[in-house]
T-cell receptor, first 106, second 114 residues
Framework: GQQVMQIPQYQHVQEGEDFTTYCNSSTTLSNIQWYKQRPGGHPVFLIQLVKSGEVKKQKRLTFQFGEAKKNSSLHITATQTTDVGTYFCWADKLIFGTGTRLQVFP | KAGVTQTPRYLIKTRGQQVTLSCSPISGHRSVSWYQQTPGQGLQFLFEYFSETQRNKGNFPGRFSGRQFSNSRSEMNVSTLELGDSALYLC?????????????FGNGTRLTVT
């Protein structure tokens, strides 16, 4: 069946360093959404990508959808302690990526 | 607009019991989906309801069931509880359940089975 793998599983960075998480699918996706879950909280929608090669930015966050629509990435520039949490991709409804837990040390 | 409301926030049950969790979606949202979140398995899709009909179902045993009412509120039921059912159960609503409709999550119900 369809699977979405997310890497890395964990990432610890020093505040100010960059961070990237990747979602990789075994099949072509029609769209992908990204969510952030703070510790003790619930997932919150960040953005949606639908077009091949699409790039979207939200302040320090950059989201990309691969040309083949089989992978996506979320890049955070100059991390801050407020970026702490788990980042999930959600592919074609029903399937969440395994998540990347980001820890930022001040 | 009020967000997604889940009740109760916490539950402690013993093995063999059953439990019912409730979810009230954002007003106007007709799709409600349920997820189980555990540290080891991440977010696992349970089922989705739209207009009182189950539209999709994840790979969970029949002990997990749900329903949706005419006002879009949803309940999920777990019967014959097992220790492994301990998890955070999240409900999410969306406007129409389409793949391009963002999910809005509730705060979840944390179920502990002893």
């Amino acid at each position: 069946g369809q699977q979405v793998m997310q890497i890395p599983q964990y990432q610890h960075v020093q505040e100010g360093e960059d961070f990237t998480t990747y979602c990789n699918s075994s099949t072509t996706l029609s769209n992908i959404q990204w969510y952030k879950q703070r510790p003790g909280g619930h997932p919150v929608f960040l953005i949606q990508l639908v077009k091949s090669g699409e790039v979207k930015k939200q302040k320090r966050l950059t989201f990309q959808f691969g040309e083949a629509k089989k992978n996506s990435s979320l890049h955070i520039t100059a991390t801050q302690t407020t970026d702490v949490g788990t980042y999930f991709c959600w592919a074609d409804k029903l399937i969440f990526g395994t998540g990347t837990r980001l820890q930022v040390f001040p | 607009k009020a967000g997604v409301t889940q009740t109760p926030r916490y539950l402690i049950k013993t093995r063999g019991q059953q439990v019912t969790l409730s979810c009230s979606p954002i007003s106007g949202h007709r799709s409600v989906s349920w997820y189980q979140q555990t540290p080891g398995q991440g977010l696992q899709f349970l089922f989705e309801y739209f207009s009182e009909t189950q539209r999709n179902k994840g790979n969970f045993p029949g002990r997990f069931s749900g329903r949706q009412f005419s006002n879009s509120r949803s309940e999920m039921n777990v019967s014959t509880l097992e220790l492994g059912d301990s998890a955070l159960y999240l409900c999410a609503s969306s406007l129409d359940g389409r793949a391009d409709s963002p999910l809005h999550f509730g705060n979840g119900t944390r179920l502990t089975v002893t």
